[in-house]
């Protein structure tokens, strides 16, 4: 069972920005599909960004201000964040999963990022 374990979260200002990381408790170069997911309070958990096979996605809200890369010698998955809004504000989540159905599909338990106005 693969452990992901996410750090960098926190409390900033509008405006500013925050990198959070998500660290895999093994080699992460066969996952298929990496990304980073966030809840806000009353709302579903929706997928930010992510990468597969060297292609990323964002969400329309994040565009241009977001992104988000990984480093396979670091087992990590990072996602950069700037000119933040408090809409940003919510629970972090990274996931790493196989694009083949029922296969591999790990989960951390998330980080809070606060944003004030």
């Known amino acids: 069972q693969v452990q992901l374990v996410e750090s960098g979260g926190g409390l900033v200002q509008a405006g500013g920005s925050l990198r959070l990381s998500c660290a895999a408790s093994?080699?992460?170069?066969?996952?298929?599909?990496m990304g980073w997911y966030r809840q806000a309070p009353g709302k579903q958990r929706e997928l930010v960004a992510s990468?597969?096979?060297?292609?990323?996605n964002y969400v329309d809200s994040v565009k241009g201000r977001f992104t988000i890369s990984r480093s396979a010698a670091k087992n990590t998955v990072y996602l950069q964040m700037n000119s933040l809004k408090p809409e940003d504000t919510a629970v972090y989540y990274c996931?790493?999963?196989?694009?083949?159905?029922?296969?591999?599909?790990?989960w951390g338990r998330g980080t809070q990022v606060t944003v004030s106005s």
């Open positions: 093994e080699s992460i170069f066969g996952f298929d599909a």
């Open positions: 990468i597969s096979r060297g292609a990323t």
């Open positions: 996931r790493m999963w196989s694009l083949i159905a029922g296969n591999y599909d790990y």
